[in-house]
DNA sequence: TCTGGGGTCCTTTTCCTT
DNA sequence: TCTGAAGGAAAAGGACCC
């Protein structure tokens, strides 16, 4: 917001002014010819609403209660490699490790030559690449070290030196999402996607998904999900979205737990207000500094006080999550809303200085970018740049075109005119490229989004 | 805990048009 | 032609999630 001073500020439409104050205007830094805009084929936007989403009625018949299940992977990621690597079960393993080139580095040029038996403490030179990366996650046993998600490598060498390390595997985590998911639609057909490792389901009108409060059917796809896929899951099934999530970590891993409206009072208000899908670090910490601790806190606050301190939106929505109220049907069908890839340099790099670098970089962005595009067959109409400082401040700049793209030439075009808007007199340590306002190609196909799936990529780990 | 990558959604600010 | 108000769209930033 501050940003605006003496540099260009917003870009109007398409014309982007010449900026004169840049030290650099960067455009040197691309290496590559920069395309001229293709025209695009005009795209009509019938097909956008092509088989319509997939809800259950708001009006229940007599008798009938919303029965709302949310349905977690247990350690997803970490149970997906020991179901590979049996021999680790118990042992405490970290996955992560940031960039591809981590793991060969570590394990080898030869991934059928890797296996899960080097501890983080048996590279010497480990310094020289944990420096950047951090960990997805970790197995029960290495938590205990207190190894957790987003913990720098470093630092998890430090904690639990005998840990094991494991590359990230989208492709096996994909698969294993998509065999779960499947298991699930044949037993029940209201499916919202909220993530590779997590759904919800609605019960309310599932043949016995009113046997035992929704319990018989939590049974059913817990016992199912484990006999076709080796992986255990836990279910929290409630009235709503909004209690059904936090229903689903009373009783972990492989648990169940079936809440009631009337057991608000004894297991909601005593918890924690972060315990709450959209209430975070920073909305926590403001109810702390206003006292407010727990939802049993929470929901003794007027709805007046909670505006007054959070705005019109989201004070009223804090006002009924502690009353339990939430009243969201399921999103069965959804559409993308942007696609972006970004990464993180192995050291700080400087425009003036690492012209050629960040020129390959920059290229291979865009490329990944339109390749995730054309794979979902969409296109977007803005397309933006996003860079982190190396003092971690992050700013973007977007810019909206006359006609959607999804050619490499083309984003890199636009990505471009963006990135001559930033002052790039000081180091920084990400680059990413964004396209939005996405809109499917080829009307008479449907875009095959699926929320939440990574692009494919090459697999870091071939089955041993 | 010294901080990756890919998303969504919301709020505020800025710009453009009338 | 200039100016100001108002409203909408775009841009930017931030919070949050997995």
């Known amino acids: 917001m501050s940003s605006q001073q003496g540099q260009s500020g917003h870009s109007s439409q398409v014309s982007e002014p010449a900026s004169q104050s840049m030290p650099d205007s960067f455009e040197d830094v691309f290496d590559l010819p920069i395309l001229s805009l293709k025209t695009p084929l005009a795209t009509p936007h019938t097909a956008l609403n092509q088989g319509a989403p997939l809800q259950a009625s708001d009006t229940l018949p007599q008798g009938f209660k919303r029965r709302i299940a949310h349905l977690d992977m247990d350690a997803f990621y970490a149970s997906v490699e020991l179901l590979r690597y049996p021999q680790l079960k118990g042992l405490p393993v970290v996955i992560g490790g940031g960039k591809k080139s981590l793991a060969q580095q570590l394990k080898g040029a030869d991934p059928s030559a890797w296996n899960a038996q080097t501890p983080l403490n048996d590279f010497p030179q480990l310094k020289n690449y944990l420096g950047r990366g951090v960990i997805t996650t970790a197995t029960y046993a290495a938590r205990h070290f207190g190894v957790g998600s987003a913990m720098g490598l470093m630092k998890a060498a430090q904690l639990c030196p005998q840990a094991y390390l494991l590359p990230v595997d989208f492709d096996q985590y994909r698969h294993y999402s998509k065999e779960f998911k499947e298991i699930i639609l044949q037993i029940c057909p209201v499916m919202q996607n909220t993530g590779v490792d997590e759904v919800y389901l609605d019960f309310t009108h599932v043949p016995g998904g009113q046997r035992e ?6 049974k059913l796809i817990q016992r199912s999900i484990f006999q076709g896929t080796g992986l255990t899951c836990s279910i929290g099934v409630a009235p709503n979205k909004l209690l059904a999530k936090m229903a689903s970590e009373f009783n972990k891993p492989n648990g169940i737990s079936i809440l009631l409206e009337e057991d608000l009072q004894s297991k909601i208000w005593p918890l924690a207000c972060k315990k709450v899908n959209g209430i975070g670090p920073k909305a926590s910490e403001k109810l702390s500094a206003l006292g407010i601790l727990s939802l049993g806190d929470l929901a003794k606050q007027t709805l007046d006080r909670l505006t007054t301190s959070f705005g019109p939106n989201y004070g009223a929505w804090l006002y009924a999550v502690a009353r339990g109220q939430d009243d969201r049907a399921l999103e069965t069908h959804s559409e993308p809303v942007s696609m972006s890839r970004e990464t993180t340099f192995e050291r700080d790099l400087l425009a003036a200085q690492d012209k050629k670098e960040l020129g390959a970089i920059f290229t291979r962005l865009c490329e990944q970018v339109s390749a995730d595009l054309q794979r979902k067959n969409v296109m977007g109409k803005t397309v933006g740049v996003k860079i982190k ?6 700013i973007t700049r977007d810019q909206t075109l006359s006609l959607p793209v999804d050619q490499a030439g083309d984003i890199r075009h636009a990505a471009a005119q963006c990135l001559k808007r930033i002052d790039l007199g000081r180091r920084f340590r990400l680059l990413g490229v964004r396209v939005s306002s996405l809109e499917p190609k080829d009307p008479l196909k449907p875009s095959g989004y699926q929320p ?10 071939q089955e041993p």
Do not use: E, W, Y
Not at 452 to 461: A, D, K, V
């Open 389 to 394: 400082f190396d003092n971690f401040k992050t």
């Open 213 to 218: 409060n929704g319990l018989s059917m939590a």
């Open 452 to 461: 939440n799936r990574l692009p494919i990529q090459g697999s870091l780990l």
